[in-house]
């Protein structure tokens, strides 16, 4: 199993930008493919991006296509979510997932996720 711990949220006025890392350790790194989900207060939880073991294919959520930029870095086995543009409808706990086959399905199902962090609070203001 590999464990996962999220950090860079906070509070940020509309416009602005937050870069989320992930820290990963106890297993190879390079072996999963990684995401981030998210859940805002009443509402359910629903993937923003993913990335593969290598980083060459990544997958966006409609809503923040543009925006926002799932990256990894396998030698500080770590991955990042850039978020730029931020919207006061992108305030939630965002989670780091991993999946240890390496790749996500085209379905990108809760059951495909293997390990997910504590979350770090994203608020943005109006």
């Known amino acids: 199993q590999v464990q996962l711990v999220e950090s860079g949220g906070g509070l940020v006025q509309a416009g602005g930008s937050l870069r989320l890392s992930c820290a990963a350790s106890?297993?190879?790194?390079?072996?999963?493919?990684m995401g981030w989900f998210r859940q805002a207060p009443g509402k359910e939880r629903a993937f923003v991006a993913t990335?593969?073991?290598?980083?060459?294919?990544?997958w966006y959520e409609d809503s923040v296509k543009g925006r926002f930029t799932i990256s990894r870095d396998n030698a500080k086995s770590t991955v990042y979510l850039q978020m730029n543009s931020l919207k006061p409808e992108d305030t939630a706990v965002y989670y780091c997932?991993?999946?240890?086959?390496?790749?996500?399905?085209?379905?990108?199902?809760?059951?495909?996720?293997?390990?997910w962090g504590q979350g770090t609070q994203v608020t943005v203001s109006s």
């Open positions: 997932a991993a999946q240890r086959g390496g790749y996500w399905s085209s379905r990108r199902t809760w059951s495909d996720v293997d390990s």
């Open positions: 106890g297993r190879t790194f390079s072996d999963y493919a």
């Open positions: 990335i593969n073991w290598s980083g060459s294919s990544t």
